[in-house]
């Protein structure tokens, strides 16, 4: 019994994780103090830029950065690249989207630290199908 609860769980996780079309890096960049977001879509997929509405359906991409003593967040996440606008008939909206890659940064201000904490959520899609939304945590350790 045991033996198939485990399988049955691992079987679950690797399938969550098949799952996930996005692959993320998490940097900081010292000279401009910021954090750097890096996502590589997987080729079909597609995420939605933070300009989508959030009325539209989709879920855009959101970077949360945990408050903590120390780190101060100045402004807002930006995105780097200029998302494609379409008029998505599933959703029935304008919607903002990146196909191949994401690119983000967010500056902040450090004092006395040297750990940044925080989590990236999203969803993708492809033509036919959404995947339910994903959170990915990071930690980021400045030397």
């Not at 909206?93 to 450090?110: D, G, M, P, R």
């Not at 630290?113 to 400045?142: A, H, K, R, S």
């Amino acid at each position: 019994m045991r033996f198939t609860l485990a399988f049955f769980f691992l079987k679950c996780t690797s399938l969550l994780f098949a799952q996930n079309h996005v692959t993320w890096s998490f940097t900081y960049d010292n000279m401009n103090s910021n954090i750097v977001i890096n996502g590589t879509i997987d080729e079909g997929w597609h995420l939605y830029s933070q300009k989508t509405p959030a009325n539209s359906g989709p879920i855009p991409v959101t970077v949360n950065i945990n408050k903590k003593k120390g780190l101060k967040l100045i402004g807002k996440s930006e995105e780097k690249h200029v998302p494609h606008e379409i008029f998505d008939v599933n959703f029935d909206s304008k919607v903002y989207l990146f196909e191949h890659s994401f690119l983000a940064s967010q500056k902040i201000k450090l004092k006395n630290t040297n750990q940044i904490i925080g989590n990236v959520q999203y969803m993708v899609c492809n033509d036919t199908q959404c995947l339910p939304p994903i959170e990915v945590p990071f930690e980021i350790i400045i030397k």
